[in-house]
């Protein structure tokens, strides 16, 4: 069973940057890649980006594109969500999750535990 743990959430003000880590353990059969989600409150969880194990290639929701940029360390099975310009509608829980790439939560199988990402304006 995968094990994901996230950290870097916190307090920025809005244009600044965070940088959240997702280290993983165990094995990931049945999983292409790594993806972040976010859950605002009183909203649904929501896409952010996906990378792939192997070819690196990366996905991001429309309003992810130009800001934040999803990566991986193999050898240190982590991955990284580099997020900058942030604004007071990125605030949420932030989730890595292993499984095969969708925009939908339903695909993933392996969650972390969440982090807080609040952006004050």
């Known amino acids: 069973q995968v094990q994901l743990v996230e950290s870097g959430g916190g307090l920025v003000q809005a244009g600044g940057s965070l940088r959240l880590s997702c280290a993983a353990s165990?094995?990931?059969?049945?999983?292409?890649?790594m993806g972040w989600f976010r859950q605002a409150p009183g909203k649904e969880r929501e896409f952010v980006a996906h990378?792939?194990?192997?070819?690196?290639?990366?996905q991001y929701t429309d309003s992810a594109k130009d800001r934040f940029t999803i990566s991986r360390d193999n050898a240190r099975n982590t991955v990284y969500l580099q997020m900058n310009n942030l604004k007071p509608e990125d605030t949420g829980v932030y989730y890595c999750?292993?499984?095969?790439?969708?925009?939908?939560?339903?695909?993933?199988?392996?969650w972390g535990q969440g982090t807080q990402v609040t952006v004050s304006s």
């Open positions: 990378i792939y194990w192997n070819s690196g290639r990366t």
């Open positions: 165990g094995p990931t059969f049945g999983t292409d890649g």
């Open positions: 999750a292993a499984g095969r790439y969708s925009t939908g939560p339903a695909d993933y199988k392996f």
